[in-house]
């Protein structure tokens, strides 16, 4: 089955720099990568995500990169801000259905986000 | 993510006791997961549900059931055969667009704990 790892496990960044994760998968036939953010004892909720089809795709400071060739992708966040402190995770599933749902997502182990004033 | 629930936010279990988590969603998704979140690790697959009536085990099915009678209901029951229970529940629901794009959205947890 598939494989998603995530480096490195913490991140801690100055308020301004920006903050890169990295993840690799295993799977070649994996043809969606989303990322979440799980601030402390809540949900998980989606920040930005990008098909196989794309190789880069950016939201105002959110930016994720996609090589699939090498099997990876990153989250690069800029202009970094306390709260956007949390954990971070990356994920892989294949996309097959047309309709309907229920494509199983792989999630790598999380990086913990940590910006410093 | 309003429109998914779970309950209770904590739950806990004697030993040998059965205990079940509910998970109930509003959005008319036709699938349903569920995750276990435990420290210092990722999300790990319980149990999925494509349709109503129909589910699969995950990676970690082992001494977990589901159920799926109704499409917005996805009740999760771990039994005394799982012996390490305490952990962070997350169910899960999404569907597919005209796109093609899939997002899974989260429910608020459960945090199971043993007595």
């Known amino acids: 089955g598939e494989n998603v790892e995530q480096h490195p496990s913490t991140l801690s960044v100055q308020e301004g720099d920006s903050a890169v994760i990295k993840c690799t998968y295993s799977d070649s036939a994996s043809n969606y990568f989303p990322w979440y953010k799980q601030e402390l004892g809540k949900r998980p909720q989606l920040i930005i995500d990008i098909r196989s089809n794309v190789g880069e795709k950016k939201d105002q400071r959110i930016a994720v990169t996609l090589n699939k060739t090498a099997k990876h992708f990153s989250l690069h966040i800029t202009e970094t801000q306390p709260e956007d402190s949390a954990v971070y995770f990356c994920a892989a599933s294949i996309g097959g259905k047309l309709t309907g749902g229920g494509n199983k997502l792989t999630f790598g182990t999380g990086t913990q986000l940590k910006v410093e004033l | 993510d309003g429109g998914i629930t779970q309950s209770p936010k904590y739950l806990f279990r004697k030993e040998g006791q059965n205990v079940t988590l509910s998970c109930e969603q509003n959005l008319n998704h036709d699938a349903m997961y569920w995750y276990r979140q435990d420290p210092g690790q990722g999300l790990r697959l319980i149990y999925y549900?494509?349709?109503?009536?129909?589910?699969q085990k995950g990676d970690i099915a082992e001494g977990y059931s589901v159920s799926r009678e109704k499409k917005e209901s996805f009740p999760l029951t771990v039994t005394s055969a799982q012996k390490n229970p305490t952990a962070f529940y997350l169910c899960?629901?999404?569907?597919?667009?005209?796109?093609?794009?899939?997002?899974?959205?989260f429910g608020p947890g459960t945090r199971l704990l043993v007595l």
């Open positions: 899960a629901s999404s569907t597919r667009d005209r796109e093609g794009r899939e997002t899974q959205y």
């Open positions: 549900s494509q349709i109503v009536n129909d589910f």
